[in-house]
């Protein structure tokens, strides 16, 4: 069966606390994805990984095909950067699987 | 080049009337995907479609729900005879080629009443 997990659920952090964002899935698969979701309800893509590790800012995007996993990183959080943040697989038919998401809350 | 976009924003409906949502894919985009979130819960999979042809449906309620992609103009998302559980957001999505990166529209809040 195609799954995706978050992890953890909920976080709270300080302003500047390096924030790491899990996701584990069940089979192989041909992409992950790392959306945020904001508190209005837009969803902004950040990443797109089939293998190794990606960096956008203080974003930074790492899968290992081998253990399934994958997380997302940001260095310095900011309260800017609460949201919601959703991991998406692609099992190599075009369709998205989502995880539930993990909810960021970066208190000043 | 303007983003996916997707109207209307907010739509009202009373139980029993039909819903029409639209999405206009980025420029040059032919691959279209509706998402639909339910309150309290994660985003899943609705249609994938290209131009003029349904790819996979698999995740859409096979009872009074629709979806097209027109040669011309936007896509259509259709939901006949709405049930106080149709309501949710429903985002669209929109990529220029198989496996590409998915950009997503603002999404329709849809609130039957």
């Known amino acids: 069966k195609n799954e995706v997990e978050q992890s953890p659920q909920n976080l709270t952090a300080q302003e500047g606390e390096f924030i790491t964002i899990n996701c584990s899935y069940s089979?192989?698969?041909?992409?992950l994805h790392w959306l945020q979701q904001h508190p209005g309800g837009g969803i902004v893509s950040l990443f797109m990984?089939?293998?190794g590790k990606k960096k956008h800012g203080r974003l930074i995007a790492t899968i290992n095909i081998q253990e399934k996993h994958s997380s997302l990183h940001i260095t310095a959080s900011h309260p800017r950067d609460s949201a919601v943040y959703i991991c998406?697989?692609?099992?190599?038919?075009?369709?998205?699987?989502f995880g539930t998401g993990t909810r960021l809350t970066i208190i000043p | 080049n303007a983003g996916v976009m997707q109207n209307p924003r907010h739509l009202v409906r009373r139980r029993g009337q039909e819903a029409r949502l639209r999405c206009s894919p980025m420029k040059g985009h032919s691959h279209v995907y509706w998402y639909r979130q339910l309150p309290e819960e994660g985003l899943k999979f609705m249609v994938y479609?290209?131009?003029?042809?349904?790819?996979?449906e698999s995740g859409m309620p096979k009872e009074r729900f629709s979806a097209e992609f027109p040669k011309e103009g936007p896509s259509i998302l259709r939901i006949q005879q709405v049930v106080r559980g149709d309501s949710a957001a429903y985002f669209c999505a929109s990529s220029p080629k198989l496996g590409d990166t998915q950009y997503f529209g603002p999404g329709t809040r849809l609130t039957v009443l």
């Open positions: 479609l290209q131009k003029e042809n349904i790819i996979d």
């Open positions: 998406a697989v692609d099992f190599g038919n075009e369709k998205l699987t």
């Open positions: 990984l089939s293998s």
């Open positions: 089979v192989g698969i041909s992409a």
